[in-house]
């Protein structure tokens, strides 16, 4: 499964705003086994640190599904949009050069300022043509002590969304800044580069994903170098290991960790 992602496109939506507006007048909600959920991760921020919206149990019928800035589906609130059928995201008019929507509905704010807080919507567009709209909100609180050393620009990073987690729930291995000469990323349970530890590796020349002996079938990974868990258990509690093999054939091996903590009942 691929991540749609970077440079997208400003577009004009002259149907949307009149078909959101018909569908929510008629919309009617059959209970479902997976409910679709959206999480602020974290809910509240200091500036300029990051904010990832993440989306459980997104339905894999979709035709496309939209963010907005606000509870409003209006053109001019658009953030972007992704396209299931053709795995492509656009951009809307209300995108900032700062947002990335990903192909399994959440969508990341780098860098966030005091204006990108408040409510966003996440509207569904399903077979039949029917929207589902589900709102989520954080908050962004100035910083209160000046950056001593701030990261270097493009500097790769690698931090696990969220840390500390519940058996059940998922987690994201984010990877900020991922170089784009890299010949291949590879993941791996633990710190070292072991074949039997290998998860998934994506190879840039081929646009190819290759699963390996340690893949769960619970792993996604993205070609901006992100490892996606969906329903995390105790055994996926511990470090992981981010390697990258340039142009020149060198490795650079990142490694992140999350712990996971039983279920409350």
Do not use: C
Not at 58 to 82: C, D, M
Request: no cysteine.
């Amino acid at each position: 499964m691929e991540l749609a992602s970077a440079h997208l496109h400003k577009g004009q939506v002259p149907w949307v705003g009149l078909l959101l507006t018909a569908s929510l007048l008629t919309y009617w909600s059959p209970a479902t086994t997976a409910q679709v959920t959206v999480e602020a991760v974290p809910p509240n921020v200091t500036a300029d640190n990051n904010v990832l919206l993440l989306v459980h149990n997104l339905p894999q019928t979709l035709r496309v599904f939209y963010w907005y800035k606000g509870n409003s589906g209006a053109g001019h609130n658009e953030i972007g949009r992704f396209v299931t059928s053709i795995n492509r995201s656009k951009m809307g008019l209300a995108h900032s050069g700062r947002e990335t929507i990903y192909s399994n509905g959440s969508l990341f704010f780098q860098s966030v300022t005091k204006n990108d807080e408040g409510v966003y919507t996440l509207y569904m567009l399903d077979q039949n043509f029917e929207i589902t709209p589900i709102s989520v909100r954080f908050h962004v609180h100035p910083s209160l002590l000046p950056s001593l050393s701030p990261p270097t620009t493009g500097q790769v990073t690698v931090e696990a969304v969220r840390p500390n987690v519940a058996e059940g729930e998922n987690v994201l291995l984010l990877v900020h800044n991922l170089p784009r000469t890299l010949r291949a990323i590879y993941w791996y349970r633990g710190t070292t580069a072991g074949e039997r530890n290998e998860i998934a590796r994506f190879i840039t020349a081929s646009n190819k994903i290759i699963l390996g002996p340690a893949h769960s079938d619970r792993e996604i990974i993205y070609n901006n170098g992100s490892l996606f868990f969906q329903g995390v258990t105790k055994n996926d509690e511990g470090a992981y290991a981010l390697d990258m093999l340039f142009q020149n054939f060198d490795h650079t091996l990142m490694p992140v960790q999350f712990n996971v903590h039983a279920k409350k009942q």
